[in-house]
């Protein structure tokens, strides 16, 4: 019975591979059944697992389900919002709705300001700063590199002044800089895909029609 | 004959092994003999300063037999007037230690103590210390600084944005084709599909697209359009409808919205692109829109989009996904052109303050580098004393701790 199911697996997988694959020759109704397992099947995955997680792990485990002694409070804010998000059901209350987003929203920002200031600014201004001056040709060539390339790609993002003159030519040489980045980056991210791939031609030949030893 | 050979065999294993195992004898009476271990001097203790408490600093200076004669240290704690107990074993060469274990306001004594085969010698006691906590962190003031500095900038522009003053934002291009995209979606008479990423509303480049979602719903809503907009967060979906809907009202066609024209698909990321995918070609919207935060399905949609022959603007600050969509889409919003996109159609003077206010950041991180580049470069070549300081200055100023 074990080994049914296993191999009912396998033959589901490949199936439902081969639905999603077709979607490259054109819509069909292999890829619009495969299409509505996924969905189906993951977004109430997700609820589960939020339930769970959040109002089975984080609150209840910390508030009334807590041992006497280590019951904690600040889950019933989380709580409170949560309901307050339920207020949309009613057109006479939606608006309260708001507040619990104006609550995410407010606090994300606040928390992100500092870190994204620390870690995209600070430390990345910090790290530019090298000496043209090293002990190889190659490593004087990387500083020039990295110097004029964040100060023109910084004159790109400038949104104060037109892009014109001098300054429109930084702005230019800083996309350049940017497009050859994305090139290489782009070329990098494709490899990576390719492996993902790899794994399914390997699922498809090596578990399923076990071509592969 | 036979013994003779062995005789003479034996001999010559002893000629050999005998001196060996003498001068093994003689190495383990010397180690059985080996003198105790100097012991480490300069012993300091001192709370962590500009933290929550709880941690107290220890240094010293390494034991002269370190690292030939000792096998490691031994750190000892005292509570005041309890006897001392062993609280870490340290590794040869070792002269600094953090004490995370401590409780604050209450005096601790320390002691370490120098190991080998011999034995242990302990250093002297230090005096009690006691672990208290700051309420400001003065190892991060630059960090204060540097965002007062900002802030005040971003303050400033936007009292002058509110005063009439005119505020100066040149032209990003993907914006400039927004509106001709709109319009040619209606002229077609196919909907615009706008997706805003697969993250939630804690990321601020959702927070950027639903900014752009107001202004483009508001021109679908003039223009009598139909939009179309699948999301995988319900927190997006939520805010995705408020700001839709107060489009409509605001272009005072609030009989034209509806909740259809937002709507959950799933949490799972594939299962969410397997949706779009069948929506687009589907449905076959006349201008695609990716704004927000991607992955790996950036490439996948564009894709989808380039292949229905939808007009496509994606922005995202996510720089591996960027290549994707510079190669697939019609326009592309590179990393900051994504924030300051909602600043510049909204037109409103806070976003706009805002947007001239990292300008004045750009021009500081700017100055920074130029400056400390060269700074450290002659102070690398000539070793010039005021090149030094000005190095020290821009590293106070930039490096954090």
Known sequence: MEQFWADFGIWLGAVLTLGIISFLYKDNIFYKAAEAIFVGISAGYWFVVFFWDNMVGKFWAQTVGAAPGETQWYPWIGFILGVLMLARLSNKIGWISRWPLAFVVGATAGLYMMIFFVSNAMTQVAATIRPFIQTGHMSIFNSLIIAIGVICGLIYFFFSKEHKGAFGGAAKLGIWFLMITFGASFGYTVMSRMSLMLGRLDFLFGDWLQMIP | ?401
């Not at chain 2, 400033?156 to 709109?182: T, Y």
Request: charged residues 20%.
């Open chain 2, 1 to 401: 004959m036979k013994k003779r050979i062995i005789a003479i065999a034996c001999a010559i294993l002893c000629f050999f092994t005998v001196p060996i195992m003498g001068q093994d004898a003689e190495q383990v009476t010397e180690t059985l003999s080996a003198p105790l271990p100097a012991p480490i001097t300069e012993l300091t203790a001192g709370n962590y300063v500009y933290d929550d408490g709880g941690r107290i600093d220890l240094s010293w200076a390494k034991s002269a037999d370190d690292p030939a004669n000792i096998t490691g240290y031994v750190l000892y704690r005292a509570r005041k007037g309890a006897a001392f107990e062993k609280i870490a074993d340290l590794l040869p060469g070792t002269e600094k230690y953090r004490d995370e274990s401590v409780e604050d306001d209450i005096a601790y004594r320390y002691r370490v103590g120098t190991v080998n085969e011999a034995g242990e010698t302990l250093s002297e006691e230090t005096p009690a210390v006691i672990a208290t906590w700051e309420f400001f962190n003065f190892h991060k003031l630059n960090i204060l600084i540097l965002a007062l500095i900002v802030c005040g900038s971003v303050l400033f522009f936007i009292a002058s944005a509110k005063s009439g003053r005119k505020l100066f934002i040149r032209k990003i291009g993907g914006l400039e084709a927004l509106e001709e995209a709109v319009g040619r979606a209606t002229e077609m008479g196919r909907p615009i599909l706008f997706i805003p990423g697969i993250l939630d509303m804690d990321d601020v480049q959702t927070l950027a697209a639903i900014t752009i979602l107001g202004k483009v719903s508001r021109v679908v809503a003039d223009y009598d359009s139909k939009i179309m907009m699948p999301v995988s967060r319900s927190l997006v979906m939520t805010s995705a409808r408020e700001t839709i809907k107060e489009s409509y009202l605001t272009a005072g066609r609030p009989d034209a919205y509806n909740d259809d024209m937002v709507q959950y698909v799933t949490d799972e990321q594939f299962g969410y692109v397997a949706a779009i995918n069948g929506i687009m070609v589907r449905e076959k919207p006349a201008t695609c829109l990716y704004l927000g935060a991607f992955f790996a399905e950036s490439l996948i949609l564009a894709e989808t989009g380039n292949s229905i022959g939808a007009i496509q603007i994606a922005g995202t600050a996510r720089p591996g996904q960027l290549p994707f969509f510079v190669a697939a889409c019609d326009y592309t919003l590179i990393g900051e052109e994504l924030f300051a996109a909602s600043a510049y159609l909204s037109g409103d003077p806070k976003q706009l303050g805002s947007l001239k206010g990292q300008d004045v950041g750009k021009i500081i991180a700017m100055a920074g580098i130029l400056l400390g580049t060269l700074a450290m470069t002659f102070s690398v070549a000539w070793d010039v004393s005021f090149f030094n300081l000005l190095l020290d200055i821009l590293n106070s100023i930039f490096i954090t701790n």
